[in-house]
């Protein structure tokens, strides 16, 4: 296999002492199947260790799109004598699962690793290993802009295979990333799946896989759900150590369900709007330090450019190591909000139009479809409130919760990047008092009951607006203070909404 085949077939081989692991798990926990089914075997550990745990009578089946490995798996099970064990060399998207299903006794164990890869990874490499129809979720044509549609090709095997056996007495326990846990186990209770019990167990796919991808054991039993959807979460694979319980709260995930019941009473209204920072998909081009009064661009050239349209910047890593006071970099904001015409730069910054048109082919050639059909070297994320002087903001990516205060910078508000999220606050007292609030230990507690500390982003917007400040500035004795500045925002909000009529 070269590297391409690797990615596209997501093919990371379980080793032999982490099936046997989990085999031995199940096994432990009462799982004595009629069937076991693999249905990425890849070369087999699966197969191989259950047929030694599991009774000889069971029905086996493998199924692999790469028969190199199916070859290999033959040769490993003809030790085994007369076990029933049925290979197939097939795509799993072109087979006809209930069919299979049917026919298998219960119970039926669904067992395995399927591919590692997401559908935007195969779309770059130009691959076909995808099924047909992939909208399993719904999205509308926003989320397919911004990437929320994307999904992992284990996603979409493993809520379809539970799909598939959901009326029947079946077991599903298959590795996969934890982030796909969490969306299987989101889609499974929103959809109202008839799965009564969801466990996972942490791995290291440090020393498993060689790769740093935080990653778990997935467990679902098929039979009636109860009341509160609920999956435990476990430490490790043998010492039964349960770290956390996951819930859902309406169609949100719960990260930890006692914290929520403990701190639920600060959600509510979304007093002030949360927005990310600025997008623009070029920061070679739109990126800028400030060396002896040059601005030098992410290409290293010195650029003549009026101060008209630059504006200072704070990254993540600024906001998250509290280095907010003095930007290390200043953007070009091409646009007051989306949709602005940009043309009007040609008359008031006339060096600016020039250096975009010098470098219009960076700008160009920007893949985010956000860009396409608007006009030239538009950004996004872009409002009145990325001009507010004072906000309050938060990184998407760090693993802490911790709000700061950005002043403006040299008169000018400082933007931010679109990995970090903020309030747009109108004086320093609000901001401080807004930062204050959410630094509190309640906030923290209440956001610590969402967050997944894994995940790629972990602090979003929806986390953020989940909660209630009129609410916690009560719990905190701030609430006067905070009806001040909302009545001050009301009335400038009323102002600008008379501006506008
Ligand atoms: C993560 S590996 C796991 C293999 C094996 N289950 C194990 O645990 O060692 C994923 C396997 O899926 C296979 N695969 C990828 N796409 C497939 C498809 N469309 N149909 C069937 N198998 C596929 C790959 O060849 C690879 O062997």
């Known amino acids: 296999m070269n590297r391409k085949q690797i990615i596209e077939f997501g093919d990371f081989q379980t080793p032999n002492n982490l099936a046997k692991g989990i085999c031995n ?73 209930k069919k299979i299903l049917s026919s298998k006794p219960e119970p039926i164990l669904i067992i395995g690793n399927p591919p590692w890869v997401t559908n935007s990874r195969l779309g770059s490499l130009k691959s076909d290993n995808l099924p047909e129809k992939n909208n399993f979720n719904n999205y509308n044509g926003m989320e397919a802009l911004t990437g929320k549609s994307n999904f992992d090709i284990s996603e979409w095997m493993i809520i379809h295979l539970l799909d598939w056996i959901q009326n029947r007495n079946a077991i599903l326990a298959m590795l996969c990333k934890t982030s796909v846990a969490r969306k299987v186990l ?60 996951i819930g859902i709260q309406k169609s949100d995930l719960l990260a ?61 890593s600024d906001i998250a190591n509290g280095k907010v006071e003095k930007p290390r970099k200043w953007v070009l904001i091409t646009q007051k909000t989306i949709g602005d015409e940009t043309s009007i730069i040609k008359h008031l910054a006339p060096k600016t139009w020039d250096y975009l048109l010098e470098h219009s082919d960076y700008l160009n050639n920007r893949k985010s479809s956000i860009y396409k059909g608007k006009a030239r070297f538009s950004i996004f994320g872009i409002g009145d409130y990325s001009f507010s002087k004072w906000k309050v903001a938060i990184s998407s990516l760090y693993k802490k919760i911790h709000f700061s205060v950005i002043p403006p910078y040299q008169n000018k508000p400082c933007m931010l990047d679109d990995t970090c999220n903020m309030i747009p606050c109108k004086t320093e007292e609000e901001a401080n008092l807004i930062a204050d609030l959410l630094n509190s230990e309640p906030a923290k507690k209440f956001f610590g009951s969402f967050i997944f500390w894994d995940s790629k982003r972990p602090i979003t917007i929806s986390i953020l607006k989940k909660i209630d400040l009129m609410k916690l500035a009560k719990e905190l004795g701030k609430e006067n203070k905070l009806k001040k500045h909302l009545s001050d925002k009301t009335q400038s909000d009323q102002i600008q909404l008379e501006i506008f009529r």
């Open 186 to 245: 989101r889609h499974i209770w929103i959809n109202n799946f008839q799965i009564s019990e969801s466990d996972i167990y942490i791995i290291d796919s440090q020393l498993n896989f060689k790769v740093s991808v935080d990653a778990c054991l997935l467990v679902c039993k098929t039979g009636k759900p109860s009341k509160v959807n609920k999956c435990n979460v476990y430490d490790n694979l043998t010492n039964n150590k349960q770290i956390a319980v």
């Open 25 to 97: 798990l199940l096994l432990s926990e009462g799982i004595n199947p009629k069937s076991i089914i693999e249905p990425t075997c890849g070369r087999g550990s699966f197969l191989v260790n259950s047929i030694r745990t599991f009774s000889n009578k069971a029905e086996y089946l493998g199924i692999e799109i790469n028969n190199n490995y199916l070859k290999i798996v033959k040769e490993k099970i003809n030790s085994f004598g007369d076990s029933k064990v049925t290979l197939i060399n097939a795509d799993f998207f072109q087979l006809d699962w």
């Open 256 to 316: 930890d369900i006692s914290k929520y019941k403990k701190w639920s009473h600060l959600s509510g209204k979304e007093y002030y709007k949360w927005r990310s920072g600025v997008k623009h998909d070029s920061s070679k081009i739109m990126e800028f330090k400030l060396n002896d009064n040059n601005f030098i661009n992410g290409l290293g050239e010195i650029c003549d450019i009026e101060k008209e349209y630059l504006y200072p910047l704070l990254k993540s």
